[in-house]
């Protein structure tokens, strides 16, 4: 798994992209096909990270909503693809509302599972402080974020029907949910600090990457007028950036999760030689 080293795995996220922009000159649907297949294969690394942790290890439990998130967001796309409705709303947009509260749900229970873990226990007093003081600041930020997205969908105006009204709840949750996410992210990031250079680290700093090309994401995404990824048509340069930083995102989140998985069965080998 030498693909997997620190410095290969910003190379293989960024060619991604780069091969999805040049699928792309073929025509729209062959780079969402190429999507789709990273979108897979990174819900399939996530079933394996689960099925690696044993019953009883902390770490399952925000992997296992990792998985439940990347399932529903798999669901979501061939809901969206295919048209279905629900009552008039789209099914899509429920199924992404349900997986953007799995994936916050998510965040939070790897805070707390690093947060109480023995390798990061050594922490003053003024480490506790400092880290609530960081975590203020996140707080700042989180706020501004979601109140600028929630003034962009606002402005649209008051929403028609149930459907225009999940759309604009889809939008919001969203928001909410990646703010989480990417405040989250960077705070694991503080958390796994006196580990970085290390192997234990690298998962989590891809996934707080992700997040934060996620929200970044969420913002052209609303800037576009849309709630959904697939609802849009390669017509103008923020509809592309969506997608591209989208594909980045889910890059990402598939090299955390393939990086975890190698660590689990490297892990295993040497306790079976030991």
Not at 123 to 147: I, K, P, S, Y
Request: positive net charge.
């Amino acid at each position: 798994m030498n693909a997997l080293h620190p410095a290969t795995t910003p190379v293989l996220a960024v060619a991604c992209v780069l091969v999805r922009m040049a699928l792309e000159q073929l025509g729209p649907a062959y780079g969402e096909a190429w999507q789709r297949g990273i979108e897979v294969a990174t819900g399939a690394l996530t079933i394996g990270v689960f099925l690696q942790f044993s019953a009883g290890d902390p770490p399952r439990r925000p992997w296992s909503l990792l998985m439940i998130t990347l399932v529903l967001f798999l669901v979501g796309r061939l809901a969206s693809w295919l048209g279905l409705m629900v009552g008039g709303i789209k099914l899509a947009h429920l199924v992404f509302i349900a997986g953007n509260l799995t994936i916050a749900a998510s965040m939070i229970g790897f805070n707390r599972v690093l947060g109480s873990s023995e390798l990061l226990s050594e922490r003053t007093e003024a480490d506790r402080w400092r880290a609530l003081a960081f975590l203020g600041l996140l707080a700042v930020a989180a706020v501004a974020a979601l109140g600028w997205n929630t003034w962009e969908v606002a402005g649209r105006g008051r929403p028609e029907g149930a459907a225009a009204w999940v759309g604009a709840i889809l939008n919001i949750v969203s928001t909410l949910a990646d703010v989480v996410v990417c405040a989250g992210g960077v705070y694991l990031v503080w958390l796994v600090r006196p580990l970085l250079g290390g192997s234990l680290a690298r998962p989590y700093l891809l996934l707080a990457v992700s997040a934060g090309a996620a929200l970044v994401g969420d913002f052209l995404l609303i800037t576009a007028g849309a709630s959904v990824q697939t609802e849009l048509s390669l017509a103008n340069l923020t509809t592309q950036l969506v997608k591209w930083v989208g594909c980045l995102s889910y890059a990402l989140v598939g090299l955390a999760a393939a990086t975890q998985l190698w660590l689990l069965r490297s892990a295993g080998r040497r306790s079976k030689r030991g």
